[in-house]
């Protein structure tokens, strides 16, 4: 687990390209400049894991894109001390990205082998989500609810009620909606029972996957 002035050098230039793609947000391009993305891939990527891409991870999932994770992460405009929820923990990036930025994370991931590696893993880097879930992320965690922030990681073919009612008021909850395609959506909650509700770009992402295997 090795982290060099060249990586170092390769993560300061990642920090570039997403700033140029137009994130602003400096805690989040922080974050980026600081988290060691290729101890999150699996084998020696080392001369891709600061290009602006996804890569593949264990159990036909995806790494997601630093400009993704970037955007969607600058949405929730996080604050330090948010109750902030992750559906689709997956490699733990986003995670880290969130823990950098003095979120308490609450993670979820559907896919056991993935679950077990990333809560050997964080810590490791010293990374202390407030609770790493195995489970299905389409019902939230009611027991830990209400979040400042939640944030969805993988394709939903629709928005999961649960996540909406599991929202602070004046929570934030970015989710990528869509089937082949998603639209990034970003969900407002101005009420008990009212919302608002902006559509911003197109992504693709992993669908968010209805039964465990
Ligand atoms: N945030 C991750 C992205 C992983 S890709 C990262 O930065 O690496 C999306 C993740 O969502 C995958 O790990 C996938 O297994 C997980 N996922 C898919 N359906 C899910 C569900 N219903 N509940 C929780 N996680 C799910």
């Known amino acids: 687990m090795k982290d060099t002035h060249k990586h170092q050098g390769l ?83 986003q995670t880290a990205v969130l823990l950098e930025m003095g979120a308490k994370v609450y993670t979820v991931e559907r896919q056991k082998e993935l679950f077990k590696k990333t809560k ?24 830990f609810a209400p979040f400042d922030g939640i944030i969805v990681t993988a394709g939903a073919p629709f928005v999961p009620k649960p996540l909406l009612s599991q929202l602070k008021i004046g929570g934030r909850l970015v989710i990528p909606v869509g089937q082949e395609t998603q639209i990034m959506t970003l969900f407002i909650r101005s009420g008990e029972k009212s919302f608002e509700k902006h559509e911003l770009s197109k992504f693709r992402f992993v669908p968010l996957l209805k039964d465990k295997n």
Not at 38 to 56: E, K, T, V, W
Not at 60 to 88: C, D, M, N, R, W
Not at 125 to 138: A, H, N
């Open 11 to 93: 993560r300061n230039q990642l920090v570039k390209t997403v700033q140029s793609k137009g994130i602003t947000d400096i805690k989040v391009l922080e974050a980026i400049g600081k988290i060691p993305r290729h101890l999150f891939m699996d084998s020696s990527f080392i001369d891709f894991a600061y290009q602006d891409n996804a890569f593949p991870i264990a159990a036909g999932q995806t790494i997601s894109q630093p400009y993704t994770v970037a955007f969607q992460t600058e949405l929730l405009k996080i604050k330090s001390g948010h109750q902030v929820l992750e559906i689709g923990t997956g490699s733990g990036y």
């Open 120 to 143: 050997i893993f964080l810590p490791k880097l010293g990374y202390k989500p407030k609770k790493l879930v195995f489970g299905d992320g389409y019902k939230g965690l009611p027991e």
